[in-house]
Nanobody
Framework: QVQVVESGGGLVQAGGSLRLSCTAS????????MGWFRQAPGKEREGISC????????VFVDSVKGRFTISRDNAKNTLYLQMNGLKPEDTAMYYC?????????????????????WGQGTQVTVSS
């Protein structure tokens, strides 16, 4: 049984930092590219970053580029999202997901149906 569990969310002031973690079990972690998604209140869930199976290739949506860093530790089956320079508009539920269609983040990486396994999310709230 596959389980994906996010942690590390919380309340932070604008300009602050948070580090999200996502631990997966029940799957061969390094077979999967991994993605981070978020859903703000009243908005659709959007992809914000993807990392390939090796950890060497990453992609980011423009709104977080230069502020967020994605990384993974395959030995620990864990994915990370380091978020710096947080803004109120970063307030959202953050989800991680395993991309079952490929171990790579192709141009279609934000397509959510490409991801087989999802966590329940962790809330990030940024106060102004």
């Amino acid at each position: 049984q596959v389980q994906v569990v996010e942690s590390g969310g919380g309340l932070v002031q604008a300009g602050g930092s948070l580090r999200l973690s996502c631990t997966a079990s029940g799957l061969t972690f390094d077979n999967y590219a991994m993605g981070w998604f978020r859903q703000a209140p009243g908005k659709e869930r959007e992809g914000i970053s993807c990392i390939d199976w090796s950890g060497f290739r990453t992609v980011f949506v423009d709104s977080v580029k230069g502020r967020f860093t994605i990384s993974r530790d395959n030995a620990k089956n864990t994915l990370y999202l380091q978020m710096n320079g947080l803004k109120p508009e970063d307030t959202a539920m953050y989800y991680c997901a395993a991309r079952g269609t490929s171990g790579y983040c192709s141009g279609s990486w934000p397509i959510q149906s490409d991801y087989n396994y999802w966590g329940q999310g962790t809330q990030v709230t940024v106060s102004s």
